[in-house]
């Protein structure tokens, strides 16, 4: 299974959409997909219908190492999609965990008994540095930060997701290594010539880091994501042609592009999802 954590310590970068849209897109392409809402604010937990709710959620998992599919796991009406709610409403799990021997690993302990039923986890958090955060990042084995083409989103990355991972560093003395982190450029004005020169100044700055890239992909600023959202659809479901006289690429294509680029071993099965709910006749996930 592979686990995935999307994260920044600012908020509003798109976190959440990347995670629905992208968890959309990998089980229309016939794998298994669980997300894992992390975040106090639900929204991901939101945006897709159910179509069977669980009776517990991240809390129960988190607070009492509940590990049990049928108590965490909820099914969206997206074939293939499930979700294990975030229901810590009052914020308690990030003064639980501080406070517990085993806080930031607890996730990365419970993930076994998960494995065996998903190809891949998306982890949703928070916009903000706590226990939850670094406890999402110790238990993927690749942390993706969506960045949004500004000068003050660039200096917070730097300043807080990066700060992050280094400060994680310390649990290689257990056998943990920091997952590498993938830059994914988010909300790109393709006429802002502005957002262009910040997008090229993030890949300077950040080519040869060692365990941070800027990914290949970018994701434009286009109106058929807060339309999918609305819907509650993956975008490449909403638009899988571009529009005529538009730059940016259609949705699917966008999002084919991504996933293809994060995961190479399923790039067969990417290519054949053409937007209407299936994958051109893609079978099953099989466990990775």
Do not use: C
């Amino acid at each position: 299974m592979q686990v995935v954590s999307i994260i920044s310590t600012k908020g509003g970068v798109g976190k959440t959409t990347t995670a629905a849209n992208l968890g959309g897109f990998a089980a229309d392409a016939g794998l298994r997909v669980l997300l894992l809402d992390l975040d106090v604010q639900p929204t991901l937990s939101s945006y897709f219908t159910l179509a069977a709710r669980a009776p517990a959620g991240i809390y129960e998992m988190l607070a009492y190492n509940e590990q049990r599919p049928e108590q965490l796991v909820s099914h969206t009406v997206i074939e293939r999609l499930d979700l294990v709610l975030s229901n810590d409403d009052r914020g308690e799990l990030n003064t639980l965990l501080l406070h517990a021997p085993d806080g930031r690993l607890r996730l990365r302990h419970l993930l076994p008994t998960l494995a065996p039923r998903y190809d891949l986890l998306l982890i949703d958090t928070q916009g903000a540095r706590s226990v939850l955060l670094e406890m999402a990042v110790l238990a993927s084995n690749l942390a993706l930060s969506p960045v949004t083409p500004e000068i003050l989103a660039a200096r917070e990355l730097r300043r807080g997701t990066l700060q992050l991972i280094e400060d994680i560093a310390p649990y290689r003395h257990l056998g943990i290594e920091p997952p590498p982190l993938h830059l994914l450029i988010n909300r790109v004005h393709p006429v802002s010539s502005n957002a262009r020169l910040i997008q090229r100044a993030l890949r300077q700055v950040f080519q040869g880091q060692s365990g941070v890239r800027v990914l290949d992909t970018d994701v434009p600023a286009i109106e058929a994501y807060p339309r999918a959202a609305t819907r509650g659809l993956p975008v490449h479901r909403v638009e899988y042609r571009q529009p005529a006289g538009r730059a940016a690429p259609a949705a699917l294509d966008t999002m084919r592009a991504l996933a293809s680029e994060l995961f190479p071993a399923w790039q067969e099965r990417f290519a054949l999802v053409n937007g209407r709910g299936d994958a051109g006749g893609a079978g099953h996930g099989q466990r990775a």
